[in-house]
């Protein structure tokens, strides 16, 4: 006949192999278990490419009246007849397109949480124009994702690591997300790329300059294209930038996991042959 100690000693045992079986899961886990065991992902940037850039009539169109001056009004007369009407400034937007390698060492998928960009153009120069803008990202068939961050979603408290706040001076609007993909080809969303347990993904982010703020810094390009061509010099048309960043990872209930990338220079060239006619 068993005793009642029988059955405790029973009980106590399979608690203890109930514990032991889970304990292999939970160390799997983003939870707080588990948080030893995570590591931060890698994040390898693969460069930066001009996605969308006005068109050699566009640009002709829009700065003709900007800079040349003709006496009695006749300036906006001889543009047009030149190059046509000149365009919104909406249709002078230049995008371009950020691409990453996400590669996760972990046993547990990570999602991707926000992106922070910062990009300064001509940065060697007095001119220089700084925009930095913070992009949340949403699960999975999350109605009205926008991209839009709440306060503190690109916000961290080691140094080691780019902030929004270390962007203070960057000028509003200057820079616009638009979305992200994680794979070539498919349509830009804000919604999460998800990194598999153990492997790596290919992903870009793409983001737009305002129109509005980016033009005024053009102009001096468009008027040094007119001295090149009075001097018988190609015309060049090249916007110089500097990019840098952090991207954040949801590990549950850990928190976030942030992993800087840049900074890393070069060159956008828009289209400019046959811009001018002279």
Not at 49 to 65: E, F, G, H, N
Not at 119 to 130: D, I, M, W, Y
Not at 193 to 212: E, L, Y
Not at 246 to 270: E, H, K, M, N, Y
Request: net charge positive; glycine share 10%.
């Amino acid at each position: 006949m068993k005793t009642w100690s029988h059955h405790l000693v029973l009980a106590a045992a399979t608690v203890l192999a109930l514990c032991f079986s889970s304990c292999a899961l939970l160390n799997q886990l983003p939870g707080e278990l588990g948080q030893a065991r995570l590591a931060p992902p890698t994040i390898t940037f693969q460069g930066a490419t001009l996605a969308r850039a006005p068109s050699q009539s566009q640009l002709a169109a829009y700065y003709c009246p900007e800079v040349v001056s003709l006496p009695f009004g006749a300036t906006a007369q001889l543009c047009q007849g030149f190059f046509g009407p000149r365009p919104n400034p909406a249709a002078m937007a230049v995008a371009f397109d950020l691409h990453f390698r996400v590669a996760n060492p972990n046993h547990v998928p990570i999602p991707l949480a926000s992106v922070l960009t910062a990009v300064t153009v001509f940065p060697a120069k007095t001119n220089q124009s700084l925009g930095a803008v913070c992009v949340q990202l949403c699960g999975q068939g999350q109605p009205g994702c926008t991209g839009q961050a709440p306060p503190g979603a690109c916000e961290a408290s080691s140094r080691d690591v780019r902030s929004l706040g270390d962007f203070a001076g960057a000028a509003a609007n200057l820079l616009v997300a638009n979305g992200i993909a994680a794979a070539t080809g498919q349509p830009l969303t804000f919604t999460a790329p998800r990194v598999s347990a153990a492997s790596q993904i290919d992903v870009t982010v793409r983001f737009s300059f305002g129109p509005t703020q980016l033009l005024g810094t053009l102009k001096q390009l468009a008027s040094q294209s007119i001295s090149e061509l009075r001097s018988g010099r190609s015309v060049s048309f090249n916007i110089p930038y500097r990019l840098e960043g952090t991207v954040w990872f949801d590990a549950g209930s850990i928190g976030r996991i942030a992993v800087g990338f840049g900074p890393s220079q070069g060159t956008w060239v828009l289209p400019t042959q046959g811009l001018f006619r002279v």
